[in-house]
């Protein structure tokens, strides 16, 4: 089996991609309040904070910045991962069990980036907002209701008319 590293570094802000193991369920956004409620519930007993988060059916972004002196994202990943797994079998939602017993909803492991200064973070940022359109959900970014994104424009960060023409950073252009 591969040895994964991850980096690791105190305090930092970090971008995630996390997926469902099953790539056409949409069990993320027909149970958001769900979802909400295990990050709420982890963020009560592990403190981080959210930068930009969005939320598509089988798979979701964020940007995390955990407080001085941690580096946990993997601990906060296996609680929130397991809340949402127990409390969808609550909910008499059932999953295959994979080969150690436990339910299958998740893909096993998750993507980490370490952002290394205010421009990978901001053209993080723009990906994760504009990601509903790029993959077709909705024409416009203001037209995704699970994203952080509202946050940006309620705080005056962002219009919102944002990413309605594809954002272009240095030949990169989000949505094609």
């Known amino acids: 089996m591969v040895a994964y590293r991850r980096n690791r570094q105190e305090g930092a802000s970090y971008f995630f991609t996390v997926t469902l193991k099953n790539r056409q369920a949409s069990l993320l956004t027909d149970h958001i ?15 981080f904070y959210i930068d930009a988060v969005v939320v598509l059916p089988e798979h979701l972004h964020t940007i995390w910045t955990l407080p001085v002196a941690d580096d946990a994202y993997s601990k906060r990943w296996r609680l929130i991962k397991a809340a949402f797994t127990r409390e969808l079998q609550k909910e008499g939602l059932t999953s295959q069990k994979n080969k150690y017993g436990g339910h299958s909803i998740w893909q096993r492991r998750y993507w980490e980036h370490t952002l290394r200064n205010e421009r990978d973070f901001n053209q993080h940022v723009d990906y994760i907002h504009y990601n509903p359109v790029k993959h077709g959900l909705v024409n416009r970014v203001s037209d995704w209701p699970y994203s952080s994104f509202h946050r940006y424009v309620n705080a005056g960060t962002l219009h919102n008319d944002w990413g309605s023409e594809p954002v272009s950073e240095n030949g990169r252009v989000y949505g094609e």
């Open 33 to 47: 309040d769900i979802l909400r409620r295990c990050f709420k519930h982890c963020k009560t007993n592990n403190p």
